[in-house]
């Protein structure tokens, strides 16, 4: 009846007099179409918001995340607890009655940090809190016992290079954004070594510190000599930089033992729940299982995991099958620079025009404030309306710039992508440190954050078309 009624008074639209007809005979769809479409998702969307936020699945998926990661803990690439969180996770997403389990291998780096610690010996006696750098190599067996040289940045670096022979160089560079301020982690060992240093200390890439080292994976340059690299806390940074400045020598003994294995078998985990209409066509949910070998990876990423499981349980607990299929993706690997997913899109790229959308949740499950979002100005218009669904949980925002490592191979070839936008507030308090735990997540937090991944996903897979997208390359942000 509706449908009736709208080719009706579409017919006495006068710019669509001329316009030409589609090889069916209909007209294209207008943006109103689309619009009309949308807003027919409100009683869906306000079903799904209910049953998250409210009703029976309220705090779901953080108790699943709860017990997930009391029982397995931290899942570094290549390490035991990985293949122990996959293996749990196949099981769970089997016995909720999911569709198309399965594991896609993948190798993945596989370096464990060992024992490692550093003391202050000049001028006085004071421990270290440190956490080796993923791929760092080790010391010598006996430890480096050097002087230190403090600088704020490479700039600094570059200016009194020729001091910085046979020292280790502590980096004291201040907190800007994780974005700008992160190359001093990944450059911060093969910038020291170019100027003769025999390991770099690096002040901890984070907004704020109760003595907490924060690792996080580092890049050798090859021409470049290997030193051992690790992250320091904020206070000790801020601390031999005072102590440099007042013209304090400082000597320290640095010990890591952290090894470099071959590259290690491992899994993306996938889950679906199968499009009734066009089955081939995706619109892929994820976020990434492993995590650091610190905390518990409770927030990186394991909020951000099962919210994207979230979105297919509630789905398949109000019985609604999409058109498109909706697979969720738990990508392994994603801290050593998004390896599982580089894998996974060499192995389905060339489906790459029945990828509808992108999406992943890896900047956090706290207060949801929108959703970021990377396609073209017509995509942009249609996520801004689905957007609207959500206006009973005030989640409304669509920014720009999806972020996702994992994703990015996707949305660097034209398919729209999308990331959870939160309150990140606190975000950097607890990444790649200790205090990544159970203790950071919020259950009310996590139940509007999985409403607002379920209802963009489900309606996504649902609607009559897929998303607007141009050529390859000519992506507007
Ligand atoms: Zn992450």
């Known amino acids: 009846m509706k449908y009736l009624s709208l080719i009706f008074f579409m017919s006495l639209l006068p710019q669509y007099a001329g316009k030409s007809l589609r090889r069916d005979g209909s007209h294209p769809r207008t943006f109103e179409d689309i619009k009309n479409e949308i807003a027919g998702y409100s009683d869906t969307a306000k079903a799904i918001i209910d049953l998250a936020v409210h009703g029976k699945a309220q705090n779901r ?17 290549g390490s035991k607890n990985l293949d122990a969180a996959i293996q749990y996770m196949f099981s769970a997403l089997q016995k909720d009655g999911l569709e198309n389990v399965h594991l896609e291998p993948v190798k993945v780096p596989h370096w464990e940090r060992g024992e490692e610690f550093a003391v202050m010996l000049e001028p006085r006696n004071h421990s270290i809190a440190i956490l080796g750098l993923g791929s760092s190599v080790a010391t010598p067996p006996e430890g480096i016992t050097a002087e230190v040289m403090v600088v704020a940045s490479f700039d600094e670096l570059h200016r009194r290079a020729q001091e910085a022979k046979g020292k280790i160089v502590v980096y004291n560079q201040p907190f800007v954004t994780y974005g700008e301020t992160v190359r001093y982690r990944s450059q911060g060992a093969v910038e020291a070594a170019k100027v003769g240093a025999v390991a770099s200390l690096i002040r901890s890439i984070a907004s704020f510190s109760i003595d907490s080292p924060h690792t996080g994976w580092q890049n050798y340059q090859s021409g470049v000599p290997r030193i051992p690299t690790a992250c320091i806390s904020v206070e000790d940074a801020e601390m031999m930089s005072r102590m440099a400045l007042r013209g304090t020598k400082i000597v320290v003994y ?28 995706i619109v892929l949910v994820s976020g990434h299982l492993d995590s650091w070998d610190v905390g518990q990876g409770a927030m990186d990423d394991g909020g951000g995991a099962f919210i994207s499981w979230e979105a297919l349980s509630l789905i398949k607990d109000l019985g609604l099958r999409p058109k498109r299929t909706l697979r969720m993706v738990l990508w392994t690997g994603e801290e050593q620079g998004g390896v599982g997913a580089e894998q996974y899109y060499q192995l389905h790229k060339e489906n790459i025009s029945n990828f509808d959308i992108v999406m992943e949740s890896d900047e956090g499950t706290f207060k949801p404030s929108g959703l970021a979002f990377t396609g073209n100005a017509k995509a942009r218009d249609i996520i801004k309306e689905i957007m609207a669904l959500l206006l009973p949980i005030n989640v409304t925002d669509v920014f720009d710039n999806a972020d996702g490592t994992d994703i990015n191979y996707w949305m660097r070839d034209g398919v729209p992508g999308a990331s959870l936008r939160d309150d990140l507030s606190k975000y950097f308090w607890f990444h790649h440190s200790q205090g990544d735990t159970m203790t950071v997540q919020d259950p ?34």
């Not at 998926?61 to 690439?77: I, K, Q």
């Not at 997208?469 to 992506?475: E, I, N, P």
């Open 61 to 77: 998926s953080y108790e699943r995340l709860a017990v997930f990661a009391d029982t397995v803990g931290p899942r570094l690439s």
């Open 444 to 477: 009310n937090q996590m139940n509007l954050c999985a409403a607002v991944w379920t209802v963009v996903s489900y309606v996504i897979a649902d609607m009559e078309e897929m998303l607007p997208r141009d050529s390859k390359g000519a992506l507007n942000k």
């Open 254 to 281: 640095l010990k890591m033992g952290a090894r470099t294995y071959p590259d290690s078998p491992s899994f993306n985990t996938v889950a679906e729940i199968v499009g009734n209409k066009y089955p081939e066509q």
